[in-house]
């Protein structure tokens, strides 16, 4: 928590989003882009990733061909359909078959695995360097007394700002697209990519309740629904 010291300004920074169905590369790439110079967000398939890009702009799309249900190169060739953000895709087929056929669906670039995370860093600012940067989303959210702007992991306050973890960031968003409607814990648990017992929602919500509310006892926006699940009382601001 960094209340009383000045937000830092994320919106300078290019957004990335890393769609990878194996945990631990999906952290690796994410800390390894975050140390350098980008702001990188999360999500473990493809229908993950487009509930979080449905909140979000990204500059750039970092995705793994080989994953469960839709895969890399079906959920590129559809996006094509609606948006033109670049899009790296990596694969552990390094044949030169595959890599056209990865093109083929629209990618902007192709990374074999295993590879060198400084390749990868310079690969994304080659595909920025010939793409201005978006501007974030103007959609910004009121929560009580903080402000949610979804293109940056934080809620910001008349004191500060307080930083947010992935899977705040991705339960925040998930209850933001339906205000006001009870969401259970199994659709929060597909929505956010995490284990869909019970407790592990509870555990995330009661986490991201002390830093909304101003008391999270008694809770005035981030509220449970006994028996059904959770709900989000918030306002959206445009600017």
Same mark, same amino acid.
């Given at each position: ?8 300004? %994320? ?15 999906? @952290?690796?790439?994410? /800390? ?7 702001? @990188?967000?999360?999500?473990? +398939? ?29 959920? *590129? ?8 953000? $670049?899009? !790296? ?15 083929? @669906?629209?990618? =902007?670039?192709?990374? *074999?695995? $295993?590879? =060198?995370? #400084?390749e990868l860093v310079l690969r994304l600012e080659a595909i920025l360097r ?9 959609? /910004? ?11 940056? $992991? ?12 992935d899977v705040e960031v991705n339960l925040l968003k998930a209850l933001m ?17 995490? =284990?869909?017992?019970?407790? *592990? ?5 009661? #986490?991201? #309740? ?7 006892? +008694?809770?005035? %926006? !981030?509220? *449970? ?15």
């Amino acid at each position: 928590m960094t209340l009383n010291a000045k937000p830092k300004d %994320y919106s300078t920074l290019p957004h990335i989003l890393v769609v990878d169905d194996d945990d631990r590369i999906r @952290s690796l790439v994410s /800390k390894f882009l975050n140390d350098h110079g980008f702001l @990188s967000f999360t999500a473990a +398939n493809a229908d993950e990733a487009q509930d979080i890009m449905s909140v979000g702009i990204f500059d750039a799309l970092v995705v793994d061909v080989m994953m469960p249900g839709r895969d890399g190169k079906a959920f *590129t060739k559809a996006l094509r359909q609606t948006s033109d953000v $670049p899009v !790296l895709l990596l694969t552990a087929m390094g044949e030169v078959e595959d890599k056209i056929g990865g093109l083929s @669906s629209g990618a =902007d670039d192709y990374l *074999t695995k $295993p590879f =060198d995370p #400084r390749e990868l860093v310079l690969r994304l600012e080659a595909i920025l360097r010939r793409r201005p940067i978006q501007k974030p989303v103007s959609k /910004k959210y009121k929560i009580g007394q903080w402000l949610y702007d979804p293109a940056v $992991p934080e809620i910001v306050g008349a004191h500060g700002s307080v930083r947010l973890t992935d899977v705040e960031v991705n339960l925040l968003k998930a209850l933001m697209r339906r205000p006001d409607v009870v969401l259970s814990r199994e659709d929060l648990a597909e929505l956010c990519g995490v =284990d869909a017992g019970e407790r *592990t929602i509870d555990v995330q919500v009661t #986490r991201l #309740r002390k830093k909304l509310e101003e008391d999270s006892k +008694n809770p005035r %926006y !981030l509220q *449970t629904v006994r028996g059904k699940g959770y709900l989000l009382r918030v306002q959206e601001v445009v600017e």
